[in-house]
T-cell receptor
Framework: GQNIDQPTEMTATEGAIVQINCTYQ??????LFWYQQHAGEAPTFLSY??LDGLEEKGRFSSFLSRSKGYSYLLLKELQMKDSASYLC??????????WGAGTKLIIKP | GAVVSQHPSRVICKSGTSVKIECRSL??????MFWYRQFPKQSLMLMAT?????????EQGVEKDKFLINHASLTLSTLTVTSAHPEDSSFYIC???????????FGPGTRLTVL
């Protein structure tokens, strides 16, 4: 079966750095997405990785290791507005998005 | 990025009535659109995949006669919840595929409350 695992909840301090991990087992791989979702809102796109390595975009970076079936989202200089759920999703061989359950990130002052 | 709109953003209806939700891709053509449902504190659940000009593909456990999907044009897909019940109350989100990376662009969602 297809499976994506990420922690249910994480807590971090404003101004700090947090890393949200995602491991996956899917039938084929055509890329991995990270989305941010605030409560009551639709997800918004953060990053896309299809090749191994680190993609940096401002305060957010995403890393992929295809051989390990592993990705992480790194958030730097945390702000209170970063409190949200972060969803990891993999595009499988049929170009269907397989979703993780999401990681709720709580930022404390 | 590509923009997807949904209408209405919020709807309250009585049990037994039908509700139509529209999903539009505003600046791109979406051959494929997806409909998701999200219950509180849960992840997105794919309901169906909608391809322009053909019948939608429903996920296991989703009643196709209850959730009618029409993808009549490359910029519009509609989801009609027929004979709505309180357990259908949820956040319904559509998305369209765009770009070389088949990235999903999400609509803002529709919160349905069935009384």
């Amino acid at each position: 079966g297809q499976n994506i695992d990420q922690p249910t909840e994480m807590t971090a301090t404003e101004g700090a750095i947090v890393q949200i991990n995602c491991t996956y087992q899917t039938s084929g791989f055509n890329g991995l997405f990270w989305y941010q979702q605030h409560a009551g809102e639709a997800p918004t796109f953060l990053s896309y990785n299809v090749l191994d390595g680190l993609e940096e975009k401002g305060r957010f970076s995403s890393f992929l290791s295809r051989s390990k079936g592993y990705s992480y989202l790194l958030l730097k200089e945390l702000q209170m507005k970063d409190s949200a759920s972060y969803l990891c999703a993999v595009l499988d061989s049929n170009y269907q998005l397989i979703w993780g359950a999401g990681t709720k990130l709580i930022i404390k002052p | 990025g590509a923009v997807v709109s949904q209408h209405p953003s919020r709807v309250i209806c009585k049990s037994g009535t039908s509700v139509k939700i529209e999903c539009r891709s505003l600046d791109f053509q979406a051959t494929t659109m997806f409909w998701y449902r999200q219950f509180p504190k849960q992840s997105l659940m794919l309901m169906a995949t909608s391809n322009e000009g053909s019948k939608a593909t429903y996920e296991q456990g989703v009643e196709k006669d209850k959730f009618l999907i029409n993808h009549a044009s490359l910029t519009l897909s509609t989801l009609t919840v027929t004979s709505a019940h309180p357990e259908d109350s949820s956040f319904y989100i559509c998305s369209g595929l765009a770009g070389e990376r088949n990235e999903q662009f999400f609509g803002p969602g529709t919160r349905l409350t069935v009384l």
